[in-house]
């Protein structure tokens, strides 16, 4: 190679040289901006976090509080079906265990006194007790545990000569329902109860035929139990979690309780829940 030839490459070594050796990386500002970017990116993803945790925490512990109202209603109103349900004797004229004939005279049996242990309460602490008579009554469910009638723990009464009482009685026992049954300690039923109200419905004597029926409490009604004819039951339950009411306005922060009063959400959810029965087997036989 001759030597204009080699000085010719060695300029174009040269300029290559440095061209790669201008090339940096990125500058400290470029670095502290792409950092900002990241942060800011990190940042919003957790705040998108915490908003959807937030909803799903709260549709979770309002579901909770739904399932929990559902769950006591459904125990109560069970006791409340069967209360003051008496045996049918389907040959009364005749001893126990005789055969059963067509012309036999059917009555109600009287060893439960009904006017008395149907249903009654009290108002300090809220209390609501509801009986009914225990007796065999074999089906074609299960011939072998012929008791059909349980008190609210799933619980067979005593039998004394084929019969027995039917017990079970409902208070607020700290923030737990509990249930009382025929024999037993109490348990809770539900937990998380701010207030548990029983509110009684009485049938007045019917003016032109048509019987009136009026709210009233467990002192009113204890003059005479067979007036009361329907039962309400409110239950107030609070949640698990905290919320955040600080920034709400006064009425926002704010919920009616069992009584029909403003109350204070307290930073917990409040949910009231009321449910009406009518008693089946209530009233003078």
């Not at 942060?39 to 998108?48: D, M, P, Q, R």
């Not at 109202?69 to 005749?94: E, P, T, V």
């Not at 955040?244 to 009231?272: E, F, I, W």
Request: aromatic content about 6%.
């Amino acid at each position: 190679m001759s030597t204009h030839g080699k000085q010719a490459t060695f300029r174009q070594i040269n300029m290559l040289h440095r061209r790669y050796s201008q090339q940096t990386g990125a500058t400290l500002i470029e670095l502290m901006v792409g950092i900002a970017i990241g942060l800011l990116t990190i940042a919003v993803a957790i705040g998108a976090l915490m908003v959807s945790r937030g909803v799903s925490t709260a549709v979770s512990d309002t579901t909770g509080l739904q399932e929990q109202a559902s769950y006591a209603f459904r125990i109560i109103g069970q006791q409340l079906r069967q209360a003051g349900s008496i045996r049918l004797d389907l040959a009364s004229n005749k001893p126990e265990g005789a055969a059963i004939d067509a012309e036999d005279i059917v009555a109600f049996e009287t060893i439960f006194d009904s006017l008395n242990n149907t249903v009654n309460g009290l108002d300090t602490p809220t209390t609501l007790t509801l009986g009914a008579q225990a007796f065999n009554e074999p089906s074609f469910q299960d011939a072998t545990d012929p008791q059909l009638n349980r008190d609210c723990l799933r619980q067979k009464a005593p039998l004394v000569a084929g019969n027995g009482n039917i017990s079970s009685s409902f208070t607020l026992s700290g923030a737990d329902l509990m249930c009382q049954g025929s024999s037993g300690p109490a348990q809770p039923i539900i937990k998380n109860v701010s207030n548990f109200q029983v509110t009684y419905l009485i049938q007045e004597s019917a003016f032109l035929g048509t019987p009136t029926i009026r709210r009233a409490n467990a002192a009113t009604a204890a003059t005479d139990w067979t007036r009361v004819f329907g039962v309400e039951v409110c239950l107030d339950l609070m949640g698990d979690e905290r919320i955040d009411t600080k920034g709400a306005a006064a009425l926002d922060a704010q919920y009616t309780n069992c009584a029909g009063n403003l109350a204070s959400y307290g930073n917990r959810t409040h949910m009231v829940f009321r449910n009406t029965y009518q008693l089946r087997g209530q009233g003078r036989i």
